[in-house]
Nanobody, 118 residues
Framework: QVNLVESGGGLVPPGGSLRLSCSAS???????MHWYRQVPGKQRELVAS???????EYADSVKGRFIISRDNAKNTIYLQMTSLKPEDTAVYYC?????????????WGQGTQVTVSS
């Protein structure tokens, strides 16, 4: 099990930028790392994925505006968000996924609120 802690959320005007961070309590080198977001009353939505090896993927709604990155030495991933829109308002969650050779596992952070409003 790994604990994840998100930070960096807040209130930003439309067109603004925010950088979210997710710090893990253990090495993430072999983990697939993801950012999700959720609006009350709606399903949690996958925003961006950064596999341990493989291609980075983004939801169509954030392509060209968000960038996911990871620093394995710091056990941390980031989500750089630019050109923010009111519809980006949500709680953003970090997720780690792994396979230990026997069974898959995953862990979630507690979430950080992002509000885009003037």
């Amino acid at each position: 099990q790994v604990n994840l802690v998100e930070s960096g959320g807040g209130l930003v005007p439309p067109g603004g930028s925010l950088r979210l961070s997710c710090s893990a309590s253990a090495s993430i080198t072999f983990f697939a790392m993801h950012w999700y977001r959720q609006v009350p009353g709606k399903q949690r939505e996958l925003v961006a994925s950064f596999p341990a090896d493989g291609d980075i993927e983004y939801a169509d709604s954030v392509k060209g505006r968000f960038i996911i990155s990871r620093d394995n030495a710091k056990n941390t991933i980031y989500l750089q968000m630019t050109s923010l829109k009111p519809e980006d308002t949500a709680v953003y969650y970090c997720n780690a996924g792994w396979y230990n050779g026997i069974r898959p596992g995953n862990s979630w952070g507690q979430g950080t609120q992002v509000t885009v409003s003037s």
